[in-house]
């Protein structure tokens, strides 16, 4: 049973930096790949980011794309997201996913386990 766990939310200005983990434990893990998605109030889960375990290859939603940086620690089981100038629009809940299949890295369907969620807030 694989478990994940989100930290590093909270209130940032616009403009301003947040970095997210997200520790995975338990045994047995079978993923090869993790991803950061989120859902603002009212929005879909969307994609964000995304890591294979293996190579570190990284990919991006293209609103993100340039501002975020997603990186592994598989000493430590953990996937992080450097989130620089950040915007109103980012602010959302931020969940990471383990994802054990060969589908699409941008699709909430090829992940199977969650965290509960970090909440992100940027203010204007």
């Known amino acids: 049973q694989v478990q994940l766990l989100e930290s590093g939310g909270g209130l940032v200005q616009a403009g301003g930096s947040l970095r997210l983990s997200c520790a995975a434990s338990?045994?047995?893990?079978?993923?090869?790949?993790m991803g950061w998605f989120r859902q603002a109030p009212g929005k879909e889960r969307e994609f964000v980011a995304a890591?294979?375990?293996?190579?570190?290859?990284?990919y991006y939603a293209n609103s993100v794309q340039g501002r975020f940086t997603i990186s592994r620690d598989n000493a430590k089981n953990t996937v992080y997201l450097q989130m620089n100038s950040l915007k109103p629009e980012d602010t959302a809940i931020y969940y990471c996913?383990?994802?054990?299949?060969?589908?699409?890295?941008?699709?909430?369907?090829?992940?199977?386990?969650w965290g509960q969620g970090t909440q992100v807030t940027v203010s204007s």
């Open positions: 996913a383990g994802r054990r299949t060969s589908g699409s890295y941008f699709l909430r369907s090829s992940y199977y386990v």
């Open positions: 338990g045994s047995n893990f079978g993923i090869n790949a």
């Open positions: 890591v294979r375990w293996s190579s570190g290859t990284a």
